[in-house]
């Protein structure tokens, strides 16, 4: 007796596993769509006023921490680490360390155009 043999379609296919998993795959597409579709506006994030409640944790943690030169050497520190694994053929996880580095060396212009999607 023979096993009978999955279907698969070619491996650069939009299904590669076959018919199994189209449902599936297409109600993601259609929830992802749903929810992008669905946001409506974004707002630029503000910082709080001063003596509010959350301005001396987002003093100390955003301007002394993060655009301060503690988030500059963590940022400095990443490139170099991004070199380090680049020289070493880690190609994917340099670029994300250089993305992460980017972000660190310009939190000061990131940090004013974060913005947050309101419903």
Same mark, same amino acid.
């Given at each position: 007796?023979?096993? +009978? #043999?999955?279907?698969?379609?070619?491996?650069?296919?939009?299904?590669?596993?076959?018919c #199994?998993?189209?449902?599936?795959?297409?109600? $993601?597409?259609?929830?992802?769509?749903?929810?992008?579709?669905?946001?409506?506006? /974004?707002? /630029?994030?503000?910082?709080?006023?001063?003596?509010?409640?959350?301005?001396?944790?987002?003093?100390?943690?955003?301007?002394q921490?993060?655009?301060?030169?503690i988030?500059? /050497?963590?940022?400095?520190?990443?490139?170099?680490? /991004?070199?380090?694994? +680049?020289?070493?053929?880690? @190609? @994917?996880?340099?670029?994300?360390?250089? $993305?992460?580095?980017?972000?660190?060396?310009?939190?000061?212009?990131?940090?004013?155009?974060?913005?947050?999607?309101?419903?």
């Open positions: 007796m023979k096993k +009978a #043999k999955p279907r698969m379609t070619g491996p650069g296919g939009l299904f590669p596993m076959g #199994k998993h189209k449902k599936s795959i297409i109600t $993601l597409m259609v929830f992802g769509a749903a929810c992008l579709l669905a946001a409506t506006r /974004a707002n /630029a994030f503000n910082a709080p006023a001063a003596g509010t409640f959350a301005f001396d944790i987002y003093d100390i943690g955003v301007n921490i993060l655009k301060g030169p988030g500059f /050497a963590a940022g400095v520190g990443s490139m170099v680490a /991004a070199s380090v694994m +680049a020289i070493r053929q880690m @190609l @994917l996880p340099a670029v994300a360390t250089v $993305l992460g580095g980017a972000f660190l060396l310009k939190a000061d212009s990131v940090v004013t155009s974060l913005g947050a999607l309101i419903g």
